[in-house]
């Protein structure tokens, strides 16, 4: 299935670029491997009119170096792997993109589990709330506290 | 590898031997739009390659993985020569051997009777209008090489009626201009021909032919053969562009010699 059915275009038009530049982090790649290991991670087939551009505009700015290498039976494949640049670009970005997914998931499902529920219990406590209502509390308290 | 022998032929090799496993319609769109957007050659045939990676990868057509072509080609955002669009730098020697030309075998007439050279109304509106054409050539070459490329037939029909025209215009307004020595308008027609042609061949040398082959990284010997045979025929290409009008020349003047 193509990503933007998986995921709102918008969405994916602003995180594909980190989770592009993660998969080259571990390892050098080409397109359809760099796609295939996308698809797989759950952000569904991103279409090579959507990832090569991007590739073409990580390269121009020097944050991936390319390199043409025969392939193994078919045709030649160009294989990106992450600069120095590129490298200082990821962890930047991996580091605002977490401060940033914490903070809309808080904002957007506070009472949904995991970094939704931690990040709005951690602004929580930060911001000292006491009066809370007991049902949504049993919600977000954990198993051992919501037993009789 | 056997060596195509009409040029088509030969583009057919190229575009198979990059690209085997995308639709040939689509990289010809994809060609013409960064050809005509001054793209160099080898990167266009790259980007051509990476998409034929891809498609024989995935198993995928080239317009389910990448849509439009030309649409594709312009989100590549790929740089530009630096004789860009518009330029006349590429054109000017070729242009400069044509008004040689022009100069040339309408003194040579008069040079070989022993009379003046008579610069006519018809001549001068001429010179004007082939002026303007190759002007507006140059400043919209994008769109008249798509143009041609994409109506041969109308472009061939133009070509004819606008020498057409050409003729007709000598031929109706006869009357005297100006009279000149024809051996000294001869003299410059000869040397604005032999300074484009000289120009032409520095350019060349200097790897400056204005014909630059699309080719791809090869990896098998019929790719790295398809290479070699792409670069020898721009060579070609850019030899007949330098040399046309001097032979031309060499042509045309012997036949004024044979009529006077």
Known sequence: MDAEEVWPAEWLRGALELCVLRVVAEAPSYGYAIATRLAESGLGAVKGGTLYPLLGRLEAAGIVAVEWRAGESGPGRKYYALTEVGRAELDAGAARWADFARLTTSLIVPDDAGGGREGAAAQERDAGVGDRDPDRDATTRPMEETRP | MKTPRTARSFRYTLIQEIAP?????????????????????????????????????????????????????????????????????????????????????????????????????????????????????????????????????????????????????????????????????AGLGAALLLGGLAWNLLRRRAGKSGVDPVVAPAFTENQRAVVVAARRQAGVASAVNAWLMPLAALVIVPMEWALR
């Open chain 2, 21 to 185: 496993h995308v639709e040939k319609k689509w990289a010809d769109a994809f060609i013409l739009k960064l050809r005509t957007a001054s793209v160099a050659g080898a990167r266009i045939g790259s980007s051509l390659k990476e998409v034929d990676s891809h498609c024989a990868e995935s198993g995928s057509s080239a317009v389910e993985a990448f849509g439009n072509p030309e649409r594709y080609a312009r989100s590549l955002n790929l740089p530009v020569e630096d004789v860009g669009r518009g330029s006349l730098a590429p054109l000017a020697p070729t242009l400069l051997e044509i008004v040689g030309m022009v100069v040339l075998t309408w003194s040579c007439p008069g040079l070989f009777r022993g009379q003046a050279f008579v610069l006519t109304t018809g001549q001068v509106l001429t010179a004007v209008l082939l002026a303007a054409e190759l002007a507006a050539l140059v400043l919209g070459n994008r769109r008249a090489v798509l143009a041609v490329v994409r109506h041969p037939v109308l472009a061939w029909l133009i070509f004819m009626a606008n020498m057409a025209l050409m003729v007709a215009l000598i031929g109706t307004f006869g009357s005297s201009l100006a009279r000149l020595h024809a051996g000294w308008s």
